[in-house]
């Protein structure tokens, strides 16, 4: 069985801070995070490998979104400052078995997601 799991959601007041967590199963090439609010598609906010230390940003993630894992813990972090309610969407990890990992098509397996509320 292979299982993904995020937690960390909730509510925030603009400006604020939140950290989620991914943990996985198993081992895969890339844990990368998307999220999609209401109406929108899925979008690809960043991404880690887990043979080496290289990271990708999309974007709209960068400069404020952090990607980081800690081995010992098994564990990959979103850390997510200056929240806007545009950053109002459900949150999911996800794992990719391959190369590509910047974009929905790339990713094989899926969390359940987590909520991200963003008051104003």
């Known amino acids: 069985q292979v299982t993904l799991v995020e937690s960390g959601g909730g509510l925030v007041q603009a400006g604020g801070s939140l950290r989620l967590s991914c943990t996985a199963s198993?081992?895969?090439?890339?844990i990368g995070w998307f999220r999609q609010a209401p109406g929108k598609e899925r979008e690809f906010l960043t991404a880690?490998?887990?043979?080496?230390?290289?990271?990708y940003y999309a974007d709209s993630a960068k400069g404020r979104f952090t990607i980081a894992r800690d081995n010992a813990k098994k564990m990959v972090y979103l850390q997510m400052n200056s929240l806007k309610p545009e950053d109002t969407a459900v949150y999911y990890c996800?794992?990719?078995?391959?190369?590509?990992?910047?974009?929905?098509?790339?990713?094989?397996?899926w969390g359940q997601g987590t909520q991200v509320t963003v008051s104003s």
């Open positions: 996800a794992a990719s078995m391959k190369a590509s990992m910047n974009f929905v098509g790339g990713y094989d397996y």
């Open positions: 198993f081992s895969s090439r890339y």
């Open positions: 880690i490998s887990w043979s080496g230390s290289s990271t």
